[in-house]
């Protein structure tokens, strides 16, 4: 009896913790198929009397939350794509390439990329994708979102081509390979596992990016998905049913994904994170 | 023996992409902000003046400013003695159940991947005054309404009880991931030795996660310091600046109201208190930083 008791105090703190955790979403979930506000403050716990799924419709349609969506995934997608192709030439540079002090030097001046605090170099980054004439375009958020994504990205890649044999490239010399083909051949296939890690983690980097998205881009056909939220939130700020259908709609990709790859997505951010 | 390898030209060929963003996206900036800091540049003209230290004069006599700097300390204070504690008591707890441990860390940590301008939208419901969840369930207890967001006595708890919400889990599995590395033996031994689950917890589990504790601290500091989309979308600084931080304060000046030197100036003292606030802790906290050999 004492001992069941006592097994039992870790899982009450532990299951009010994952109450405190989940249900500001289940909230939301319910809130937005309830029909009004009205609705909602009778029975701000409950599930709904009657399912209104119209709030989705409205949401999805009049609010633009497609527009947002698919700005927010195509530019999501390129930049850390590119993200991975650049930081992957770079670590495999340093870490297979033999150019004695070069390989140490120019690692060693990226990793220092991850001490600075990013928020703080804004104001310049603002500047430069202004003088290059891509302020409210895509491009003012791809590559700075590239370019963001690049120390953590080498660090991650590097770490793991090192723990490569070298005799990989001995054999593939021996082959007649190159170095670019090695690279893309030996190396790059080699290197998927990480990649992924790392894709994940820099997708839902940018995915959930708010300032730079929020001032570098006026044009609201441009807007992502976090930015279009907080627009939409402002202009129908009396409409609580259909603010919930919004949050949902943006909560749950990025629920779907973490559902599939939570593995790898928290084996990635705390491999950056403590290194970092 | 192998030429390929040594080639110069594919060597630069492969670095240059990569080093050039780095170059231009994180160092340029630093010196660029360095630069305009000492200015009263608007960010437009063509005339950029130089006015050496006087925007740091103005920044050190604006009570605005070191109202967003006690702000910053707020949410220092907020995560390192509020939070970090519940870190280790969950981390612990997780560590130490059987059933149920793979659910509990995936959930904790589900709120650290969403976005913070969505978050902030959900937690702002969730505070509404009339129709919010926290409300109804002092109405329960028959409290009277509080205005979460507009009373400038509880804006700032509010926000702080957001971020919390978001990044305790986070901080959560790393903790927890430290702790599932360190050898079963010694847990064993001491058990063998009729230590109690809570004394092993204490005097072996806890010394031994003191360096990862120590990063989590630094990096809830860092984190404090950049502080900037959660007050932008939940209060917008408000009410009457009352929940105003450096970033936000920095952003105000720069886009806004076009005083671009002013706003780099704060960029800079961002970095400087960052610096100051994490060198100080490293001299009187982290001595005993280690590695541990087990």
Known sequence: ???????????????????????????????????????????????????????????????KISTYFFNSLYISILSSVVSILLASMFAFA??????????????????????IPNNALMLPIYTI???????????ALIIPYIANAIPFTIIILAAFMRSLPSEIEEAAVVDGLKAPGIFARIIVPLTVPAMVTVFIVNFLGNWNEFLLANYFLSNDELRTLPVGMVQFRDQYQMNYAQMSAGIVYSVLPVVIIYAILQEKIIEGVTAGSVKG | MNKSLRNPLVFTLFILPALLLFLIFFIYPIFSSLYYSLTSWNGVSDTVKFTGLSNFEKAFGDDRFWVSV???????????????????????????????????????????????????????????????LFNKVLGIVGIEPVYWLSDERFAMLSILITNAWQWTGFYIVMVLAAILSIPGELDEAAAIDGASRFQRATRITLPLIVPIISVVIMLSIAGAMKAADIVIVMTKGGPAGSTEVMATYMIKYAITNFKYGYGNAIAVLIFIFTLVVTVLYQLLFARRNERIEY
């Open chain 1, 94 to 115: 340093v870490t297979r390439m033999r150019q004695g002090k070069w390989n140490k030097i120019l690692f060693s001046l990226v990793l220092i990329g991850m001490l």
């Open chain 2, 70 to 132: 006690k702000n910053n300390g707020w949410f220092i204070l907020f995560s390192v003695f509020i939070q970090v504690p519940l870190i280790v008591l969950f981390s612990l707890l997780i560590a130490n159940v059987k059933k149920l441990k793979g659910l509990y860390k995936t959930a904790v940590f589900m709120p650290s991947i969403m976005s913070t301008a969505v978050i902030g939208i959900l937690w702002g419901f969730i505070y509404e005054p009339n129709i919010g």
């Open chain 1, 1 to 63: 009896m004492v001992r069941s008791l006592k097994k039992g105090i870790p899982h009450a703190a532990l299951l009010g913790y994952l109450v405190v955790v989940l249900f500001p979403f289940l909230f939301v979930l319910f809130s937005s198929v309830k029909k009004d506000n009205n609705a909602i403050a009778l029975n701000p716990f409950g599930i709904p009397k009657e399912f209104v799924f119209n709030n989705y419709v409205e949401a999805w349609v009049n609010a």
């Open chain 1, 129 to 139: 994708v202004r003088k290059l004439h891509i302020l409210n375009t895509h491009w």
